[in-house]
């Protein structure tokens, strides 16, 4: 039997507090449902002692890729785990942030329905974060709303399940220094029609570390992110595909396909 796998993507910085907890802890779950994980840790520059952390992790874990990186950014690194994670074995791809602000036990939501979706979302419930994070991501689902016509209530969730072939094939839309690339990825799959689903998860209030991005330097992260969805969003419409008339076709067993096969038959 064909056991399951999955690549777990995991931008790391500054996080020498929690990160081998997090790591062993999503171990753990993983085993416990009986899946074979691939953790690719993308080490973007930490000042502490999380390199080492997850160094020393790999020998202990087989199945854990580390990358060292100058620090380059949040979007950068889980841009650059994804383009890793489409080339190994695993048929799907779960990204997970490395703050300890989820609930490992609920991956199953998302597993239990990865057969049915190629992009599927784990929407912060009752979010913890603080309150200029949250108004921003309310102003974000507006924007995104007005600018590409698709409605999603939590765009940029780091807790995100991935059909291996779907990200595959559209992961090359995203700009490899994107500060945004889930918010592309989940425009992407709305657009696109893939069964897209977002799924209520616990959301926990972050107890170690720093946040990357405060006062000044949030409002120079959102300017920057708001121009680069305006130009992704205009981009769509030279590629060399027609998002409108790709999203018809699928790289997984959606319902239309697997109706379409049947009526063939």
């Keep these: 039997m064909k056991k399951n796998k999955c690549s777990v993507v995991i931008p790391v910085y500054n996080e020498e507090e929690c990160i081998e907890g997090v790591i062993q ?3 753990r779950q993983f085993k416990k449902i009986d899946i ?14 999380s390199g080492k952390i997850l160094d020393e992790l790999a020998k202990e874990i087989p199945s854990m890729i580390v990358v060292h990186q100058d620090n380059a950014g949040h979007g950068v690194s889980v841009r650059r785990g994804y383009a890793i994670a489409v080339e190994q074995e695993a048929d799907y791809v779960f990204q997970i ?7 490992p036990a609920d991956f199953e939501k998302l597993w239990n329905q990865r057969e049915d979706s190629d992009l599927l979302l784990g929407r912060r419930h009752n979010r913890k974060d603080p ?3 949250k108004i921003i991501s309310s102003f974000l689902a507006d924007y995104i709303f007005n600018l590409s016509g698709v409605e999603i209530l939590d765009c940029n969730t780091p807790f995100r399940l991935f059909n291996k072939n779907f990200l595959k094939e559209v992961l090359y839309t995203v700009p490899v220094d994107a500060f945004t690339p889930n ?7 709305k657009k696109m029609g893939r069964n897209f689903d977002e799924i209520p998860v616990s959301h926990f209030a972050r107890n170690t570390g720093t946040n990357s991005l405060l006062s000044w330097g949030l409002v120079k992260a959102c300017i920057t992110a708001f121009k680069q969805l305006y130009t992704f969003n205009y981009s769509l419409r030279y590629q ?26």
């Design 240 to 265: 060399y595909f027609n998002i409108e008339n790709f999203s018809k076709q699928s790289y997984s067993k959606s319902t239309d396909e697997n109706v379409r096969i049947k009526s063939a038959a």
């Design 131 to 133: 309150v200029t994070r």
């Design 183 to 189: 918010i592309m990825l989940s425009i992407l799959g």
């Design 36 to 49: 074979e994980p691939l953790f690719i840790c993308i080490n973007d520059g930490s000042k502490d002692r």
């Design 97 to 103: 942030d490395s703050d300890n602000q989820f609930a």
């Design 25 to 27: 802890s999503w171990n």
